[in-house]
């Protein structure tokens, strides 16, 4: 994919999502709010951009609380010609999957390799914060969605770290104090990738994973 052709995608990517999240009523916001611990005094209270595209991740793609999602109102309700770029990038966002992800070195041809944590198969991610150096070893939980043979992300990602981790396996895992620079990520041994993709099944663990990378501050601190 040229870097003419990704960002033509990442525009429509982006037009699609800002559409579809004026479509999430405010049952669901709340839903969501809820859902990740940031719903206060009727409104979604953060910090930052990046935590409140998690709660756009859940309201469009993913509700929890017996939601339809914005993204399928979108669909109905928006104008996307059969055959055009816009339609197409809507069917790979509707088709997009939950993962767990580690980001490796840059692709000779643009974006990132990386590692599916959870079905242990190679990726190539079209992503250009992703391709930035200090991220190379950094693991993260999102949605990915697949064109023209490339993966690309759908705006929300959910950072990783050992203590992430051991929180969503039931184990201790104190919070640290809010890392200046995001961790890198322990190899995960067999049993626990087979205990995370069990527990993925779960309506609710995008939520979950979403949440508690909240509450460990890997998207910076939360409001008081």
Same mark, same amino acid.
């Given at each position: 994919?040229?870097?003419?052709?990704?960002e033509a995608y990442r525009a429509?990517?982006?037009?699609?999502?800002?559409?579809? #999240?004026?479509?999430?009523?405010?049952?669901?916001?709340?839903? %969501?709010?809820?859902?990740?611990?940031?719903?206060?005094e009727k409104e979604v209270r953060v910090s930052n951009e990046? %935590?409140?595209?998690?709660?756009?991740?859940?309201?469009?793609?993913?509700?929890v609380g017996g939601h339809t999602r914005a993204l399928d109102r979108e669909a109905k309700a928006g104008d996307y010609p059969e055959g055009s770029e816009e339609a197409r990038v809507l069917a790979a966002l509707s088709r997009a999957h939950f993962t767990f992800f580690?980001?490796?070195a840059t692709h000779p041809e643009g974006g990132v390799m990386a590692e599916d944590l959870l079905r242990g198969t190679p990726l190539h991610i079209q992503d250009q914060m992703l391709a930035r150096e200090e991220a190379q070893g950094c693991a993260f939980a999102g949605r990915?969605?697949?064109?023209?043979?490339?993966?690309?992300?759908c705006g929300a990602l959910a950072p990783l770290s050992d203590e992430v981790i051991e929180a969503l396996l039931g184990r201790p895992a104190p919070v640290q104090p809010i890392p200046r620079f995001l961790p890198s990520l322990t190899p995960l041994v067999p049993e626990d990738v087979a205990a995370l993709r069990a527990a993925a099944l779960a309506e609710d663990f995008v939520a979950r994973?979403?949440?508690?990378?909240?509450?460990h501050g890997?998207?910076?601190?939360?409001? #008081?």
């Open positions: 994919m040229s870097s003419t052709a990704y429509i990517r982006e037009r699609i999502l800002s559409a579809a #999240a004026r479509r999430i009523p405010q049952a669901s916001a709340a839903s %969501q709010g809820r859902a990740l611990g940031v719903w206060h990046a %935590q409140f595209q998690l709660v756009l991740d859940l309201g469009v793609l993913g509700p580690r980001v490796g990915l969605m697949r064109l023209d043979g490339f993966e690309m992300t994973v979403y949440r508690t990378s909240l509450e890997l998207l910076g601190p939360l409001p #008081a």
